[in-house]
């Protein structure tokens, strides 16, 4: 085994607004045994998301809050260390909702395998993993983007952002990106082939949105909410569609912030706006996972991760989120395959 | 002929915040002729409703806004006088979008023909006509209520809302209404078998409300907007639909407001929100009526209607309808069925 201790990055301090070094603590502990049907899992990459800010509240959300003073939860992709359960094997490659720390012992049935000959195993985090699933529905159940048609998608170079934009593309959407920084800027339209991307730090969002948007907007896919969306409703089509996948600008306000209500906007437009968690789509996960994978092996979909070493350093990947800081999917690496 | 001169209300001056006697002006002229194809229509009954107010802004809604200093349009049913189109003949009842005059001249095909036998002819302009359509769609393609679920409805006791509550009872759902007065409240649930009507004119709405719904919301149907659908969405259960079919507490705001962001709520509880216009459904109009007038005809649905007698008082009327004066369907009486 790669350390005799497991490290473990415990959740201590409910945080108010944006978290910080308070709000996680590194703990050791012995590396735990597997009892029957169970499985010791080695952590090889921690996926750190958008979403696990609302965990940190003790309120209602998609899911139950986190438990204080426990280890934090999150996709992990792992090696098979110890075998309990018939189904898998020492050295498999396995994927599940995992702790932060160097070992976990999972039961058989919280665990899928992860096929290394299909993609790079960390993609099971990523475009082949619930930021993947999360855009493919988001974008194609709820958005149903056509031809011609105007997509607009927040937080483009996230990881599921950029899948979105990559899938509209696909179907021949004219794909604008909103993302926050010249780089992302570049690789939006550079390597994805994005139509057009406004970075919402600039000036005058609501113009540049409009000249970018000259057919105004049919779908437009949220990650992001508060102001920049304010924004893109403005410019809302007949008809238009929101996905709401995620509000990150609004996740680490201590008091829900007030805005331009916007029920008149969808009213004159007869547009949809919707909520979804990707667990809506559990029964068509494979369908979403083959389509995604097929995308992928054809070059179709191309990715970006954004790899940060050392379990000690997840709080701090996670924080980067808030920053704008990834370009792509963040992960953590925590060991090597072996 | 009733009248020699042809009575108009002309609208003259567009608006801001609540309009007023400014907004209005009676004229009269002579009582147009039809040409060939067209059918001269004497004036029976005017429908004041308040979509109306969105067309007398300058601005984007889901229709035209009134061009000034010509006659109002609205609903109207009226009795032929003379028809120069084979469609018709003297002494027919028709329904379309005319004038608020006492006679108008349109197209054979601008109108539909009225049967009495089926129903009272006023209510080709409220339970079967479109305030009825209106009610039916929201409620059925966006709300979809199930057995035992919440239906939330604002605006309850108007032509729209009571209509919704009546198909949502009809559907096995627990129905809520919010209206603003006391003899609203018991007409709702004395007449109507609402389960449960908030007073939103009440202190601590919230928790009126909350106590109303025990079980949360699944369905809300939006006429009214503003700080009482704050409220509502606050309740919402996972998966809720919103269907938005009116805004009637912003109409007159000279400034959009603002409002608690509704996105985070959407999110949490996967819900949908969605606006609309009668006509989005014109191709199932059809279906609507003959289901609306088999309930009507089983005495299901009951309907409730407010008659103000003259043409000139149908400014009156429709200032009526911002001050919650109207129970039911608001009418102007223009000329009695000969």
Known sequence: MATEANRQ?????????MPDQHTFELRKSAVPKPGPGEVLVRTVYLSVDPYMRGRMNDTKSYIEPFPLNEVLQGGVVGQVEVSKDDRFQEGDLVVGMLGWQDYSVAKGEELSRVDPQLAPPSTALGVLGMPGLTAYFGLMDIGQPKKRETVVVSGAAGAVGSVVGQIAKLHGARVVGIAGSEEKIRFLKEELGFDAVVNYMAENLKDKLKQACPDGVD?????????????????????????????????????PDDGPRVQPSLLINSALMKGFIVSDYQPRFKEGLQRLAEWVAQGQIVYQENIIDGLENAPQAFLGLFKGENLGKQLVKVSDIQ
Chains 1, 2 share one sequence.
């Open 219 to 255: 779908v437009y896919f949220d990650n992001v909410g508060g102001e920049v969306s304010d924004a893109v409703i403005r410019l809302l089509n007949k008809h238009a569609r929101i996905p709401l996948c995620g509000q990150i600008s609004l996740y680490n306000l201590e008091k």
């Open 9 to 17: 990055i415990y959740f201590v301090q409910r945080p108010k607004g």
